[in-house]
């Protein structure tokens, strides 16, 4: 059986101005990969931005998910907030319903929900974020089947998500460098980036054909991962997801969105 991967972005970051026929380096993604995060306006972006993404996304016959962050502009969603668990629930829900709107005045729908930055990094061990975050989409999903949450493997908000009845949906990242443990390198250490596009490609078909990937201290760790992530704002990102596209095909591997 060959192996099945899901290439995934997060788009609607500001690195492009997503006027009609325009082609920028966040937009060149979608060419890409197989499903698109859009930034919900609380981190990044706004209700034209996520409106033209969609329209994007659903040209391509590529998925649109939910990049749920924290209500942090000034900071691109990038630093922890204790935010009280029922203030972050609503504003998760606030910008789940918020997609689901707007994706569906646009021919697409929202088919999961990935937390951004800071949040993502804090539901892989902040329980009562993590328990708010998956109430947030079981709310925001109304009547309709609750949406798949993406997360690190071994995160608590996958397991909460599994009890809750949802879909956990594990993830991997081409261009972020690990630590021994599985989590990744904060952005503010040495060797949190990965940009040598052999490099990323080498790594992602690790991650993908063998489940795995080397940690910066040398240590392998396994990586169960559905979906690999590139970041639209690394270095060289729209050359790095066209050669782990590349590679991945050749490599006779399924990619397409796990939605």
């Not at 099945?4 to 500001?14: F, H, K």
């Not at 203030?87 to 929900?113: F, H, S, T, W």
């Amino acid at each position: 059986m060959h192996a099945r991967i899901d290439l995934n972005c997060d788009l609607g970051e500001g690195l492009d101005d997503w006027e009609p026929g325009v082609v920028g380096p966040e937009s060149a993604l979608l060419d890409a990969v197989t499903s698109a995060n859009v930034a919900c306006s609380f981190h990044a972006g706004d209700e034209r931005v996520m409106a033209a993404v969609c329209r994007a996304a659903v040209a391509r016959g590529v998925a649109v998910g939910a990049q749920v962050s924290y209500r942090d502009r000034e900071h691109f969603g990038r630093r922890f907030l204790d935010v009280p668990p029922d203030v972050l629930r609503a504003d998760v829900e606030e910008q789940v319903r918020l997609l689901r709107r707007i994706a569906r005045e646009c021919g697409a729908r929202v088919a999961y929900v990935k937390p951004h930055g800071a949040l993502y990094n804090a539901v892989v061990s902040h329980e009562s974020q993590a328990r708010a975050v998956v109430d947030a989409v079981v709310g925001a999903s109304g009547d309709d089947e609750p949406l798949p949450v993406v997360g690190l493997p071994g995160a608590v908000v996958l397991g909460v998500a599994r009890d809750r009845g949802l879909r956990a949906v594990t993830e991997a990242f081409a261009d972020r460098g690990y630590r021994s443990d599985g989590t990744l390198v904060p952005r503010a250490e040495a060797g949190a980036l990965v940009v040598d596009p052999d490099e990323v490609v080498a790594r992602v078909l690790g991650m993908v054909l063998r489940r795995e990937v080397v940690a910066v201290d040398g240590t392998v760790v396994p990586v169960p991962a559905e979906s690999v992530c590139v970041h639209s704002d690394t270095p060289g990102a729209t050359v790095l997801a066209a050669a782990v596209r590349t590679a991945l095909d050749g490599a006779g591997v399924r990619v397409g969105s796990f939605a």
